[in-house]
């Protein structure tokens, strides 16, 4: 899926040195930690800007919030996901 290696792009996923996964366990790695990881906020706008490939104005109009609400929500999910996929 597009979004997938969109998302492990930004928060620089495709940099893991580690152990070898191929791209399928990447990507199965990365949703099983969007899934347990993330908040429920998070999550909507992790995968409404990757997946759904919504602006951060419609997300931010979507849930009744600032544009820079969301910018923030993004960027600390990014970073937790470095950390979780990091290790």
Not at 56 to 61: I, K, N, S, T, Y
Not at 65 to 84: F, G, H, M, P
Request: aromatic content about 6%; charged content about 35%; proline content about 2%.
């Amino acid at each position: 899926m597009k979004g997938d290696i969109t998302a492990m792009k930004a928060i620089g996923y495709e940099d893991y040195q580690g152990p070898r996964l191929t791209r399928q366990q990447q990507i199965a790695r990365m949703h099983r930690v969007i899934e347990n990881e993330l908040t429920e906020k998070q999550k909507r706008a992790v995968l409404g800007y990757y997946v759904d490939r919504k602006t951060m104005p419609e997300l931010a109009r979507e849930f009744g919030v600032c544009k820079s609400t969301v910018c923030r929500t993004i960027q600390r999910a990014e970073k937790r996901l470095r950390r979780c996929l990091r290790y």
